[in-house]
């Protein structure tokens, strides 16, 4: 005899009709889907791999670029060819081959004799063998002499001694070097300060972190009026891409406590000038308040705060082709079938970049291109988003992929009637890195200020690192003039910096 087992259920669901549970199993169906997709993804997050690249099962056209827009093609063989050719065959095997060490580097001769007696012997040759070797850095300490005279003028005297070099911190007994040393090391290459100082122990100098934390704070109050510079310059800019990264603030009133605040990224890709602008939260103010005489494109995610830059008179609000396909990623254990069509036609937009990158297309062949081949797929796209929709729930990850996509189709497009514009942001959350990677191994900035001389930093380094100038030297170069540079014209201390066009000349080129 079979055993029955009833489970008792909520007298308001007892009441229901048979329309009305059919809503209740929908929605329990979509709150089981969400949390399955919420615990792959935390799966994913604790065990899976990082990577988002998509591997379409079979990509016949991936060579031709044939845009094609049938989603349901059926799949044809690829026909195949004999091709027979004559090499010529190599002996042996081949030997592995070493670069050359850089000729740049200094090279420490060592003549080595034999060890039996050479006199009045006749040398046929010699043998090179390099290696590469390294020596520690040193701390030194540099010594202003300056000589004293006296000079008789009249019945008066006067005492003449040189001048001291300009030094950035009067005060301080660390120099340029130093201090650039220091800086360059915690916002490039994320040391600590309280590691820095052991380090430092070695060397037989004490100089405690907070030593070291009270030197960065001043050079960032030096270098503010650069910043500023900085900062006008960027936002001239016709094209700008917009990012946000959270970052631990001490809370001064509450201690131990930390606040949430925000570094707002803005990276110029024609320019190659980054700006980090720290705020306390991740409110509109902040890009309202840093944008408000901006004109020309504005490409974000698809955070809501950018919205209102879409009808904002001289502004072309753009969106990020990399955040709507990894909406289509999260979507695969969802809607297997669905987000590998959407994969794969996102794929050949990329395709195509690379294609025109690698084949040097100047302006007009990139447009033109975009036109006859991108501007397709997208359009495609948003036909397939349309028709598919209804067939999806909506509070789904399929639903909300195409919602976030659809919703944005138009933005997504903007790209294809420009050459300088980019089909994704990836640039500005490129230049973000640095500081994820930091707050992994300071923890968090000891105060607000901290952080506006943090953002300080990050924004000149990143502007180094987009244009390949060595950060260290020319911090380091910038420390020893700055004290002495007109005001009138800081910019010219900027990394990589030009002076402005003359009307005869072409715009873009350097005086």
Request: charged letters at 25%.
């Amino acid at each position: 005899m079979g055993l029955y087992y009833f489970c008792s259920m909520p007298p308001e669901i007892e009441k229901l009709g048979r329309d009305e549970l059919l809503e209740v199993v929908r929605e329990q169906y979509d709150k089981i889907e969400n949390l399955q997709f919420e615990n792959g993804n935390l799966k994913k997050a604790i065990f899976g791999a990082k990577s988002e690249r998509f591997i379409p099962e079979v990509v016949p056209e991936q060579t031709s670029l044939d845009f094609g827009q049938t989603p349901e093609a059926p799949k044809v063989a690829p026909a195949t060819e004999t091709i027979t050719y004559e090499r010529e065959k190599k002996s042996g095997r081949k030997k592995p081959s070493r670069q050359p060490l850089p000729a740049h580097l200094e090279r420490v001769v060592q003549v080595i004799e034999p060890e039996e007696d050479v006199t009045g012997l006749i040398s046929i040759g010699k043998e090179v063998t390099e290696e590469l070797e390294y020596t520690s850095a040193k701390l030194f300490v540099r010594q202003f002499v300056r000589v004293k005279y006296v000079k008789q003028q009249g019945e008066k005297t006067k005492v003449l001694i040189g001048k001291l070099p300009e030094r950035p911190l009067p005060k301080c007994i660390a120099g340029p070097m130093l201090l650039a040393a220091i800086i360059v090391a915690k916002f490039v290459d994320h040391l600590p300060g309280y590691r820095q100082s052991q380090m430092f122990k070695r060397q037989g100098i004490d100089i405690p972190d907070s030593t070291l934390c009270g030197w960065i704070n001043a050079i960032g109050r030096l270098l503010k009026a650069l910043y500023e510079a900085h900062k006008k310059k960027v936002l001239l800019s016709i094209y700008l891409m917009a990012d946000e990264t959270p970052v631990r603030v001490l809370e001064s009133d509450n201690p131990g406590s930390t606040h949430k605040g925000y570094y707002w990224a803005y990276y110029d890709p024609v320019n190659k000038l980054v700006l980090f602008d720290y705020r306390p939260g991740r409110g509109k103010e902040g890009p309202r308040q840093i944008l408000k005489n901006f004109k020309g494109h504005l490409q974000t995610d698809g955070y809501a705060v950018y919205d209102e830059y879409g009808s904002k008179a001289g502004i072309t609000l753009m969106h990020c082709w990399a955040h709507a396909r990894r909406k289509f990623v999260d979507a695969q254990d969802n809607d297997s079938q669905r987000a590998d069509y959407v994969l794969a036609e996102i794929q050949k937009l990329y395709a195509l970049e690379r294609e025109l990158k690698q084949t040097n297309a100047d302006e007009k062949q990139v447009v033109a291109m975009r036109k006859e081949k991108a501007a397709p797929v997208i359009a495609g796209l948003k036909q397939w988003m349309i028709t598919n929709r209804p067939e999806v729930m909506p509070t789904s990850v399929m639903g909300k992929a195409i919602d976030y996509t659809l919703s944005r189709i138009d933005a997504l497009k903007v790209y294809t009637t420009d050459a300088k514009l980019q089909i994704d942001n990836n640039l500005v959350e490129n230049s973000i890195r640095p500081i994820a990677i930091g707050r992994k191994n300071y923890l968090f900035a000891g105060s607000h200020q901290a952080a506006e001389n943090a953002a300080i930093f990050y924004s000149l380094f990143a502007t180094c690192k987009a244009q390949g100038i060595n950060p260290y030297t020319w911090l380091a170069e910038t420390l020893k003039k700055i004290g002495s540079h007109p005001i009138n014209r800081i910019e010219e201390l900027l990394p990589g910096w030009k002076p402005e066009c003359t009307d005869s000349e072409k715009p873009g080129d350097a005086a």
